[in-house]
């Protein structure tokens, strides 16, 4: 299974993807877009080439639904956003 951070915000209109590694720029994402209203942040869990689904992280936290060394991940991004 692969993971990645998923960032949506002006209402679905933009989308980014960052790898699961790269906590570091969801952290920066989360500390300039924490005021609007219509940004969120979701970790996509690929089941294969076209089957996926997504948790919500951001601005509620669903992370226990994941493994141990996601949710780490998971928490370094949250850290400097809230």
Request: hydrophobic share 30%; proline share 2%.
């Given at each position: 299974?692969?993971?990645?951070?998923?960032?949506?915000?002006?209402?679905?209109?933009?989308?980014?993807?960052?790898?699961?590694?790269?906590?570091?720029?969801?952290?920066?994402?989360?500390?300039?877009?924490?005021?609007?209203?219509s940004f969120s942040?979701?970790?996509?869990?690929?089941?294969?080439?076209?089957?996926?689904?997504?948790?919500?992280?951001?601005?509620?936290?669903?992370?226990?639904?994941?493994?141990?060394?996601?949710?780490?991940?998971?928490?370094?991004?949250?850290?400097?956003?809230?």
């Amino acid at each position: 299974m692969r993971y990645e951070f998923y960032i949506y915000t002006k209402d679905g209109e933009d989308t980014w993807n960052w790898s699961i590694d790269n906590w570091n720029l969801v952290q920066d994402d989360i500390k300039q877009n924490q005021h609007d209203k219509s940004f969120s942040v979701e970790v996509q869990r690929w089941h294969g080439d076209s089957d996926f689904d997504f948790v919500e992280i951001y601005p509620k936290d669903d992370s226990k639904y994941l493994p141990l060394y996601i949710q780490q991940k998971v928490k370094r991004a949250l850290q400097g956003g809230k």
